[in-house]
């Protein structure tokens, strides 16, 4: 989960602030596989990103960000395709989004196949197919575009942290992909 500054009806929240509602609440993230598809809709390649996690490591991720305070979840989900994979990426999102599943990420490891050692957030995941051109934005290093077979390999799969490849496997399993 990437980092944001908060945005409340009366200003951002503190560093401090935030540590102290991630110590006290859950709090709301999307989770988006953003895909390729072909003219009769079926996925044809899996965007994944590689970050810089907090250990300085290089893993893949989804593009995942918080819903902040007066945000509706369109708008979350637009904000954080725009922030990881560049104004010119086209989402294609119905007016009413549906997620596939929900993640809870708590920071007990072994609670939930997800973990975020930071705070116990809830996660609306999504499959949402992008049309134009994407470029690594803000703190994603790279996107590569995976078939759907390519996106199951252990070996990149072991890329993941914090259970988000099972987000992903739960993303094509949903797609029948």
């Known amino acids: 989960m990437t980092e944001l500054t908060t945005q409340t009806g009366g200003g951002m929240l503190s560093r401090e602030e935030m540590d102290a509602a991630r110590e006290r609440l859950p709090i709301v993230y999307v989770d988006v596989v953003p895909v390729r598809v072909d003219e009769q809709g ?25 819903v902040l305070y007066h945000e509706r979840v369109r708008a979350a989900l637009l904000r954080h395709m ?48 992008v049309e134009g051109d994407c470029a690594p934005q803000q703190d994603a290093l790279e996107l590569t575009w995976f078939s759907p077979l390519e996106a199951r390999d252990p070996a990149v799969l072991a890329e993941f942290e914090n259970g988000q490849a099972t987000l992903l496997l739960q993303a094509l399993a949903h797609l029948g992909v």
């Open 42 to 66: 079926t996925v044809i390649a899996v965007g994944l990103l590689l970050r810089a996690g907090e250990d300085g490591q290089i893993k893949r991720a989804l593009v995942s960000g918080r």
């Open 82 to 129: 725009e922030k990881d994979l560049g104004p010119l990426a086209l989402p294609r999102l119905p007016p009413a989004p549906q997620p596939f599943t929900v993640a809870e990420y708590f920071p007990t490891p072994g609670v939930t196949p997800f973990h975020d050692p930071r705070q116990h957030a809830v996660s609306l995941a999504y499959v949402v197919p």
